[in-house]
Nanobody, 114 residues
């Protein structure tokens, strides 16, 4: 069992940066691939970034490549999403996920103003 708690969302101007954190509880965090999803109002939830259990492989949605960076610290049981050069279209609720869909956090709102 893994519980996930996101933090770091907020309101930022276009071109700004935010760093999201996802703190996990449970003993098996390091066994799971971790990912960030987002869901904008009226749209389906989409995968933003994924990092494998050891951190050796990362995958990004085309819309965020070159702007977002996913990382993890298994000792701290935390996964991060550094978001740079934010755009209004990045506005969404961002969700942390463990185990490729198995466990979800409650989400954190990111709003980018133009």
């Amino acid at each position: 069992q893994v519980q996930l708690v996101e933090s770091g969302g907020g309101l930022v101007q276009a071109g700004g940066s935010l760093r999201l954190s996802c703190a996990a509880s449970g003993r098996t965090f390091s066994n799971y691939d971790m990912s960030w999803y987002r869901q904008a109002r009226g749209k389906e939830r989409e995968l933003v970034a994924l990092i494998t259990w050891g951190g050796g492989t990362t995958t990004y949605a085309d819309s965020v490549k070159g702007r977002f960076i996913i990382s993890r610290d298994n000792a701290k049981k935390t996964v991060y999403l550094q978001m740079n050069s934010l755009k209004p279209e990045d506005t969404a609720v961002y969700y942390c996920n463990a185990g490729r869909g198995r466990y979800w956090g409650q989400g954190t709102q990111v709003t980018v103003s133009s």
